[in-house]
């Protein structure tokens, strides 16, 4: 029902497990925080506001300054000597204009989105603990579900040898009945539960990638038909 839900149609016949490639994800812990810190599409997005916000407070400021205006004029003249002679006038000047608001209101504006770049910045903060603390929990509960998943398979094996024993005692008349299904019981639960860690371990995989930002890419890469299909819907090619 969920999977309908999710993709309109029923799965097929062929389903088959997904394999994830750990060989892309960093084994270093650190180097997998630094990782999905910069490739977090919402880290890029609150780093360049903060940038912007620094572009509106200096841009804001720049009506403190004067508007520069100059004239320059140059006359030379050569008049006959009766009437004075040669001339020469050269003429320059600089006006500096500034335009304040008496009402404080430019410096309400550059306050305002100093105030805005502030809390630009400290959303970026906090957004950074939440992607440490997102890849450092997946790394954590990636390596919880890889030990349960190796204990699920030793007491499968312990199981199963534990039944083929008691089953050839039970054909040298040794155990009884009632024994042997219970070690068959055993085996079954075993086999449920090292089939559950091994899924267990697989979402953890995919945890790890959805926190370092590789999760789309991914799925993406190993279904390539679904991704034809997705681009078809959008350019409209398809009902």
């Given at each position: 029902?969920?999977?309908?839900?999710?993709?309109?149609?029923?799965?097929?016949?062929?389903?088959?497990?997904?394999?994830?490639?750990?060989?892309?994800?960093p084994e270093d812990l650190e180097?997998?925080?630094?990782?999905?810190?910069?490739?977090?599409?919402?880290?890029?997005?609150?780093?360049?506001?903060?940038?912007?916000?620094?572009?509106?407070?200096?841009a804001e400021r720049l009506g403190?300054?004067?508007?520069?205006?100059?004239?320059?004029?140059?006359?030379?003249?050569?008049?006959?000597?009766?009437?004075?002679?040669?001339?020469?006038?050269?003429?320059?000047?600089?006006?500096?204009?500034?335009?304040?608001?008496?009402?404080?209101?430019?410096?309400?504006?550059?306050?305002?989105?100093?105030?805005?770049?502030?809390?630009?910045?400290?959303?970026?903060r906090d957004l950074e603990r939440?992607?440490?603390?997102?890849?450092?929990?997946?790394?954590?509960?990636?390596?919880?579900?890889?030990?349960?998943?190796?204990?699920?398979?030793?007491?499968?094996?312990?199981?199963?040898?534990?039944?083929?024993?008691?089953?050839?005692?039970?054909?040298?008349?040794?155990?009884?009945?009632?024994?042997?299904?219970?070690?068959?019981?055993?085996?079954?639960?075993?086999?449920?539960?090292?089939?559950?860690?091994?899924?267990?371990?697989?979402?953890?995989?995919?945890?790890?990638?959805?926190?370092?930002?590789?999760?789309?890419?991914?799925?993406?890469?190993?279904?390539?038909?679904?991704?034809?299909?997705?681009?078809?819907?959008?350019?409209?090619?398809?009902?």
């Amino acid at each position: 029902a969920q999977y309908y839900e999710v993709f309109g149609d029923m799965p097929s016949n062929s389903v088959v497990k997904p394999d994830v490639l750990m060989a892309s994800i960093p084994e270093d812990l650190e180097s997998a925080v630094n990782r999905a810190k910069k490739n977090n599409p919402a880290m890029m997005s609150a780093l360049l506001q903060a940038r912007a916000y620094d572009y509106d407070v200096n841009a804001e400021r720049l009506g403190y300054l004067p508007n520069l205006d100059g004239e320059l004029s140059y006359l030379k003249s050569d008049k006959e000597d009766d009437i004075g002679g040669e001339i020469v006038d050269a003429k320059a000047l600089l006006k500096l204009s500034w335009d304040f608001e008496t009402g404080g209101g430019q410096s309400a504006r550059i306050k305002k989105k100093k105030f805005e770049q502030i809390e630009t910045i400290a959303r970026l903060r906090d957004l950074e603990r939440q992607i440490e603390r997102d890849v450092r929990l997946s790394y954590a509960e990636h390596k919880n579900a890889h030990s349960q998943f190796k204990l699920s398979k030793k007491r499968h094996a312990l199981a199963h040898d534990l039944f083929k024993t008691y089953e050839n005692q039970f054909e040298a008349a040794s155990v009884p009945l009632l024994q042997l299904m219970q070690a068959d019981n055993q085996l079954f639960t075993s086999h449920l539960e090292k089939i559950n860690a091994d899924y267990r371990v697989l979402i953890a995989q995919y945890s790890v990638l959805a926190s370092l930002g590789m999760l789309r890419d991914e799925v993406f890469a190993q279904v390539p038909m679904a991704v034809e299909e997705s681009a078809d819907l959008i350019e409209g090619d398809a009902p």
